[in-house]
């Protein structure tokens, strides 16, 4: 399979690209910058800024299989509202548009955790219930959960507006190892730890979620999968006591015991094959 790769030379892209290769396709890495040969086999280097050139992005994709769309502003922290909005919107749409436009039927949307309103949110987090799945009621509250959600209705036109089309929007909690997360959830507990739910996912499981969003999709027009680790960074503290100190109006609807993650993973798995098989 012929896959595009937005944002290929960043954290995420380059865990991607490294897999595709491994698994045989051919890649197109699509980056806003150019940059040097990173010696991938079977793969070329496009310069394509996905919020701001759109026909540049058509041109990129032509001739794909499917999509992998990472483009955006990864972090808001210091960047102006309207910037982080407008480059992430910008770039959802217009790669979700180019993929239509070109017939490409399989696309896979980097989403985030942050669309429900959580790590830079601007008023106080509540939680009517947890754990949090796929259909838990959006309240974005800052401009990068705002974007996330925004470009995720965009996603789901998608299949309507180009009938055969499949979406997988994967919402990807912060992508690293356990133990660095895990430390920094000691070194800024309230808005780190709190605010975040205690959650994380690695490297090599995101990478898996992101191909299998479009080599074995079991799902038709667009779908929402929870992207994040089984377990939290907590050893000590199970998470239901977690859960009970700092969220104490939040309704426990399912299984917290030990230190059980605070989001449902069963539809990726049902619907991707995608399980978080790393520990740390």
């Not at 960043?10 to 595709?20: H, M, P, Q, R, Y």
């Not at 696309?107 to 790590?119: D, E, R």
Request: charged share 25%; net charge negative.
């Amino acid at each position: 399979m012929k896959i595009a790769i937005t944002g290929a030379r960043g954290t995420v892209g380059k865990e991607v690209v490294k897999l595709a290769a491994k698994e045989g396709h051919s890649i197109v890495q699509v980056n806003r910058t150019e940059e040097p040969d990173d010696g991938t086999p079977n793969s070329t280097l496009v310069v394509a800024d996905a919020a701001a050139d759109y026909d540049a992005v058509v041109e990129a994709f032509r001739g794909c299989d499917a999509v992998i769309h990472l483009a955006a502003i990864p972090d808001p922290v210091g960047k102006p509202d309207h910037v982080v909005h407008a480059n992430n919107v910008n770039a959802a749409f217009n790669g979700l548009r180019a993929a239509g436009e070109l017939g490409i039927k399989r696309f896979c949307y980097a989403s985030s955790v942050n669309a429900i309103g959580l790590a830079y949110a601007n008023q106080p987090l509540r939680f009517p219930y947890f754990p949090i799945d796929e259909d838990y009621p959006p309240n974005p509250t800052d401009a990068y959960a705002l974007a996330k959600r925004e470009a995720e209705v965009a996603a789901a036109a998608m299949p309507n507006w180009f009938p055969g089309m499949r979406v997988a929007c994967l919402r990807i909690h912060e992508v690293e190892h356990r133990g660095p997360v895990k430390q920094e959830h000691a070194e800024n507990w309230k808005d780190a730890a709190v605010g975040q739910l205690w959650g994380w996912v690695s490297p090599a499981a995101t990478a898996r979620a992101c191909l299998l969003a479009v080599t074995n999709p079991r799902f038709e027009g667009c779908q929402i999968f929870n992207i994040v680790a089984p377990n939290t960074t907590q050893d000590d503290t199970p998470s239901e006591e977690l859960a009970r100190k700092y969220y104490p109006d939040a309704e426990i609807r399912g299984d917290l015991s030990g230190n059980r993650g605070f989001w449902t993973t069963d539809k990726a798995e049902r619907m991707l094959g995608w399980k978080h098989e790393e520990k740390e």
